[in-house]
Structure formats: C-alpha cells, structure tokens
C-alpha cells in the first residue's frame, strides 16, 4: 500500500482546505481528527475519490507516512499543540517531522523545537495566512525551526503555497526555532494596523463627509486601481456593497460595532514593549478595539461628553485624495515600523532574517497582500541593511515627503470634526517624531534625575558617561542604577 506525502492533524475548516490544496498538487495525504467520525465525514464528502488515507489513531496515522514521517498539526494554539507531541513522540523516529501550522506564540514554538529537538526529532513552527480561501488555493507560509527539516517539507510548502505574479514562491525558510511563527506575529500586528486605518477612511467619509454605502464602494474601487491596490481594500469595496436580505439595509450597518480579537496582535505590541520598540501604530490599533468592547459605556458617554458640532465645508473631492494619500503614508509607517521590530528581533534572538524574502512570502496569499509589498522588496534587496524603510531614497521618503501636505490636512480635519483617527494621527505623530533631531526626552531625563537621581548623559560629554544633579540643594551624590536606554 502506498504511503502518505504528510500527515495532518485537525479537520477545522483551515486543516481541511489545507490538505484539499496538498492533495491537488499531487500529494497522498493521511489525515486524522481527535473527533474521528470527522475523519469519516470528510472522505465521504470533500474528499470522496482523492489521494487520502484516513486514520482513526495517532497510531494508524504514523504507520501510513512514508519516512521521514511529516505531521503537521492544524489545531487551535496553546496546550492542544503540546499534547499532540507528546501523544506523536512515541510513534516516531530520529528525523521524522512535527509540524505546528497554527498561530502559535513564537516563544512557545522556541521551547517546543529544543524539546523536540532533544527526543531526536525535527521541528518546524509555520505561519499560515490567508484564511480559508488561502489554505485552499494557496496561503503564504512563513517556516522556521530546525533548520534540517527544510529539505524535506519544501517540496510541499513551495507547491500549495500562493505565488507573486512574477511566479516566486510565498514561502521560503525564516529561521531557526520560533522565527517563522515571529515572523506571522508581526505579519498579523501589521494587519491589525491595516484594518484600523481603513475603518478610519471609511468611518471619516461617512461621518465627516457623509457619504453613502455606495459612493464609499466607489472610492475603495478607484483605490484598489492604484497604489493602494490590496486585499483588504478589495473586500471593504465588496463589503459596502452587500445589502442584509432580511432589512434591505447595507450589511455591514446592521454590524455591531464590537470588534473581537485573537491575541496576535497583542502580543506584538506586548513584544514591541519588550523589546523597547515604538510600535505607536499597531499598539494603537490594538487598543482601538478594546475601546469598540467597551459599547455599553460609549453609547452612555455619547450623550453626556461634548464634542464639535462642526461641518465639513469644503470640496469632498479633495479631501477624499488627501485621505487616500494620508492612508498610503501611514501604511508605509505601519510596515517601517513592523520591519524596525523584525530588526530588533535578529539582534535579540541571533535570527538572520532577509526582509525582502519576508516582504514577498507577503505578495500573495495572505491576509496583508498587495502590490505594495513589491517595492518593499526592492528597498531591501537594494539595501539589506536599511535602518527604516521611511528613508528608502528609492521610493519610500519621496512617497512621504509627497503626501505629507494631504497626511496633515486630513489628522487637522478629524480633530476639527471630532472624528476619532488613533492610527493614522499615530503614525503621523511617529513620522515627525522619527524625524526630529531633538526630543523633549532631555527634559523627561532631568524630572527622572530629580526624583530618581536616574542621571542622565550630556550633549557634550561621550555616550556612555552619566551624571546626576543635585536639583534641590539638598539630595546628595548617590545616583540609581536604573539607566537604560
């Protein structure tokens, strides 16, 4: 009997799109579900007639892979990926392959590749983006762990995997232990920043500039021609014009205004602190839903919390291209400062990670996808060692320098009409901060000095000497030793 390619664990809705996509691309697949009747009810309907081998036991699903034995798991993050380990290592020999797909926390995926490591066997944490429609016709994939397995699963990954429309493969080796699943995390805090930034657009056009469902479907479908061409601003264009069968109102007005969130892009924003990198952008866009959570109390402040009665009164045609510029700038801010995360993480964690490989794991497949993406990996490839991607001289600094004007009109506008905009005002605020000389932290530094005695580093002295004042007369020359930078 002829042995499975790979074996999957996990027949939700991504593990079962998944495995359709590995079959269709030639591949024998044996596939188990803790559920095991699932297992009978997917080859008699999706799979009926395909190249599966169906397994009613961890025990049976080993003895159908051919070596060295390819598992991966497609099931939810968190202990259920710990227990498949344990309950796989048993059945399986030194260079056989377990495989996380799931949207693991990077530290978890960095302890479970040692221990995996140490029975013996090899370990791979991957990212997997593009929901259900990218799991079956091709999601991007972001693969790191032990280096060795590689050989191995490429064949597989780089054949399901999307592909940019120059034909390069969406998938190609991160790194050693949790980078492939680091790597996801960020790719799913940039997206957060995406969504806000167009729910922003769309909530200043309709509340600012009153416009309806259908002239907003307009300006996204004129936006997805040009450089803002991308996913998520094709399904918003989609979106707006999808009526609810039941009200005859536009769907997503009959939406409750509650967003939810899996923790991803919390925990890069949790990783950014860390780490003591100012991702303003994501972090905000994070908190911007925990403030749509918060309905109840929203809906009380509305009626007792003042705000401007003020009218837009210019020319809507204007101020719908100065939105359209001032989306693009902060996108480009919200990628700079995703890749300044990356960079500290190669530092922190000895990762070798190649950016422009990352920005095209990111043209197709996934949920962040778009035309964009391409110039990001001009930037990089150009110059591997760009310390921002907002001073790419290529495109990037031009791009802001242009839209600039329109990025400033459009925040000043939102003020003045009350419109909440915590993302692309942040990432305003970033882009002047980034570029300013001199801070105001030189006055932070002496009200710590004064009530701390943290000290502080002078102007005109080398970096690394401290020094302290007595700011009272009276406080003395012991300093603390809680200086960091």
């Known amino acids: 009997m002829q042995k499975a ?29 803790r559920t095991t009747s699932r297992v009978d009810e997917f080859l008699e309907g999706r799979g009926k007639g395909k190249k599966f081998i169906g397994a ?6 080993v003895a159908n892979l051919a070596r060295p034995r390819k598992i991966m798991l497609m099931v939810k993050a968190g202990k259920p990926v710990d227990d498949f380990i344990e309950q796989l290592i048993p059945h399986l020999e030194a260079g056989d392959i377990i495989i996380d797909g799931g949207n693991s926390h990077f530290p978890d995926t960095m302890r479970r590749t040692a221990y995996v490591e140490s029975k013996g066997l090899l370990y791979i944490g991957t ?21 060795a397995a590689w050989e191995s699963v490429k064949p597989i990954f780089q054949a399901i995997c999307a592909k940019t429309p120059a034909g390069e493969a969406c998938c190609e080796w991160v790194g050693p232990n949790g980078a492939g699943h680091f790597v996801k995390m960020v790719h799913n805090g940039i997206e957060y920043g995406d969504m806000q930034m167009i729910c922003e657009a769309y909530q ?21 021609k040009g450089e803002l061409d991308s996913y998520l601003i094709e399904i918003t264009r989609d979106i707006l014009g999808v009526k609810d069968e039941e009200t005859g109102k536009h769907v997503v007005d009959v939406i409750l205004d509650t967003a939810g969130q899996k923790g991803t892009g919390k925990w890069t924003a949790d ?25 109840d109390e929203r809906v009380a402040a509305s009626k007792v919390l003042a705000g401007p009665k003020a009218k837009y009164q ?16 902060s996108k480009i801010v919200s990628y700079a400062q995703g890749f300044q995360l990356l960079r500290s993480a190669m530092a922190e964690y000895k990762w070798d990670l190649k950016f422009g490989e990352i920005a095209m794991m990111w043209r197709g497949g996934c949920i962040i996808r778009s035309a964009f993406l391409g110039r990001i990996k001009q930037a990089f490839d150009k110059e591997p060692g760009l310390m921002n991607l907002m001073i790419d001289p290529l495109f990037f600094q031009k791009v802001l320098a242009d839209a600039q004007d ?3 009109r459009v925040v000043a506008t939102a003020v003045q009409l009350g419109i909440p905009m915590p993302a692309i005002s942040s990432a305003l605020a970033y882009y002047d901060g980034y570029r300013c000389e001199r801070l105001p932290a030189n006055m932070l530094q002496a009200q710590r000095d004064y009530f701390g005695a943290h000290t502080y580093e002078r102007v005109d002295k080398p970096r690394g000497q401290f020094f302290h004042t007595n700011w009272t007369g009276h406080g003395g020359s012991t300093t603390s030793k809680a200086y960091v930078v």
């Not at 210019?314 to 700038?329: E, M, N």
């Open 406 to 408: 329109s990025w400033r």
């Open 314 to 329: 210019g020319d809507p045609k204007q101020l719908i291209d100065d939105l359209r510029q001032a989306l693009y700038a």
């Open 56 to 61: 009613h036991s961890i025990e049976e699903l």
């Open 204 to 224: 200043f056009m309709a509340q600012g500039l009153g416009l309806s469902n259908e002239k907003m479907h307009e300006v996204f479908a004129e936006w997805n």
């Open 271 to 295: 990783t950014a602190l860390d780490q003591g990198m100012p991702l303003t952008l994501i972090g905000e866009a994070v908190f911007a839903r925990c403030l749509s959570a918060v309905k």
């Open 127 to 147: 990212g997997v983006s593009g929901g259900e429609e990218g799991a079956l016709k091709g999601p991007s994939m972001m693969p790191g762990g032990s280096p």
């Open 5 to 33: 390619d790979i074996g999957l664990i996990g027949l939700a809705v991504m593990g079962e799109n998944l495995v359709l996509n590995i079959e269709s691309k030639g591949f024998t697949v044996a596939v188990y579900n």
